[in-house]
Each structure stands twice: as C-alpha cells, then as structure tokens.
C-alpha cells in the first residue's frame, strides 16, 4: 500500500523525527542515563491566592490540553473539501465518525437527540484518543523536586497525557452528567425528571441520587486507573528490560491499541449514560 503524503505533512514528519534523533545523539555523547526517580509523580503548582485543593493546579495539564485541541483543529484542517470520491484521509475521518454515529443511532430512541448527542460522544473520543496516543511515545516530561521546582526529563517518560490527570477526566464526567440529566429535562419535562429519582417507590430516592453520584466518579477513574496505571506499569518493565527499542514497542502497543480502546469505553459510556436518561 503506498502511503501519499503532501509537503506540509513531510515537512512536519521530518521535524519530529529529526526532534528525536537529535536528542538520541545528544543522550549519547552526554551519557544520558535512563532513571525512575519521579515516575507517577505530578508538577503541582500552587496559585498565589487561595488555600486548599482548587487553589492548586497542574501546569502539564493545561498545557497538554491546549496541545491535544490544537491537534484536533490541525488534523480538521488537512481535510478542506469533502469529496464524493474520498481521498485516504477523508475516508478515515468518515469511518471513525460514522462508527461513533452508528453507536449513538442504535443508543437513543429519540431521534432528534441523535444529532446533538453525537456531537458530544465524537467531541469526547477524539480528545481521549489523541490524548492516550499523545501519552504513549517517548517524549519531555516535568517531575516535581524537594525544593518545590521541577526538572524536565528527556525520553525516560512519554509525553504528559491530560487522560493520566484524575482532575481532567472527571471534568470530563462532570460534563457528561450535566448534559445527560439536561437532555433528560428536555426530553421528559422537569416534573417527570424530578419524578424519576423516586420510583419506583419514594424510599429509593437516596439510593438513586447515589447512583447518579457514582456515574461521573466510576466513569472518571476507569478511564485514569488504566492510562495513568499502565503508563507506569510500561515504564517499569522498559527499566528493567535496559533496551531501548523495547519500551519504545511498548509505548506504541499501549497507546494505538489500549489507548483507543480506552476512547472508546469511555465514549461508549457516555453515550449509555445520556441515552438511559431520556428513554
């Protein structure tokens, strides 16, 4: 299969790969050693006003989530004009999207929810898919140190996934509650929504306020158990096996195949739990 790329793809290939064999080169002659020291840990920052936790944040995390959106609307762009005959890249981005279509079309009975809904499931899986992908490849990473700095790290940990940051995805689960019980209110009325937290007798009203609870908090670190967990668990084993060439296939396995699948429970959720509220 011959792969037709355009210049400006070329050109930015060709930099990321020059990127690391530049910093391959400068590891050697410098003696560059591969280390754990700071593995889970995260640079929190803490903001000059304010006490407690929402005084505090992580800059890696803003800074990886403006990364990720960029991303999104760099790839959005590379298809300008939708074809009757798609190119490679038109019939990727229409597999993909119809796939999440089809999952929302056999999910909510409602038909005039399909539309919004599935703008919100694709919105959420391609900000996790890029983000577990993002997060599976060697890449600079800050740790934080005793005096309260950081210090950046070069390729012995991937580039900083947001998905690895409990905070983002349960913002992420927090926005898929809200919008689950605001499309239930449009599709049933307030009366009916409010009704449906006491059947089916009024004694389980506070088991079933529970059960909401539990969505976006199982929902959140399902999704941060695995990608944080097993960014860990890879960089372990690729310490331990002193082979460069085999962390790296780790990486590569882990976040093309388990970081899609991990969007993809996550975006299959959402759409269960949006879709189960307006039946």
């Known amino acids: 299969m011959k792969i037709s790329l355009t210049k400006t793809d070329k050109i930015f290939l060709g930099t990321v790969f020059a990127g690391y064999i530049s910093v391959m080169i400068y590891m050697l002659v410098t003696g560059y050693k591969f280390q754990l020291e700071g593995v889970?840990?995260?640079?929190?920052y803490q903001l000059p006003f304010?006490?407690?936790?929402?005084?505090?944040?992580?800059?890696?995390?803003?800074?990886?989530?403006?990364?990720i959106m960029a991303l999104i609307i760099f790839i959005s762009t590379r298809v300008k004009v939708f074809k009757i005959i798609p190119g490679r890249k038109q019939s990727l981005l229409e597999v993909?999207?119809?796939?999440?279509?089809?999952?929302?079309?056999?999910?909510v009975s409602k038909k005039?929810?399909?539309?919004?809904?599935?703008?919100?499931?694709?919105?959420?899986?391609?900000f996790v898919l890029l983000s577990n992908i993002v997060g599976s490849f060697p890449g600079i990473n800050a740790i934080p140190t005793d005096g309260g700095g950081f210090k950046i790290t070069i390729l012995s940990d991937t580039w900083y996934a947001p998905t690895s940051d409990l905070n983002m995805n349960l913002m992420l689960a927090g926005f898929v509650f809200v919008m689950s019980h605001a499309f239930s209110i449009k599709a049933k009325g307030f009366k009916s929504w409010a009704k449906s937290f006491f059947e089916p007798a009024w004694p389980m009203f506070p088991m079933n306020v529970i059960g909401e609870i539990a969505k976006p908090v199982s929902h959140s670190l399902r999704l941060f158990g695995n990608i944080m967990g097993g960014g860990i668990l890879i960089l372990i084993i690729g310490y331990l096996a002193k082979y460069f060439i085999v962390p790296a296939a780790l990486w590569g396995i882990f976040g093309l195949f388990f970081g899609a699948i991990q969007a993809l429970i996550f975006t299959i959720l959402t759409i269960a739990y949006i879709s189960s509220l307006i039946d």
């Open 50 to 67: 304010g006490e407690g936790p929402m005084s505090r944040i992580n800059p890696l995390t803003v800074i990886m989530t403006w990364v």
């Open 40 to 44: 889970g840990q995260r640079w929190i």
């Open 96 to 107: 993909v999207m119809e796939y999440v279509y089809d999952l929302v079309e056999d999910s």
């Open 112 to 126: 005039e929810f399909v539309r919004p809904i599935f703008n919100i499931a694709a919105s959420i899986f391609l």
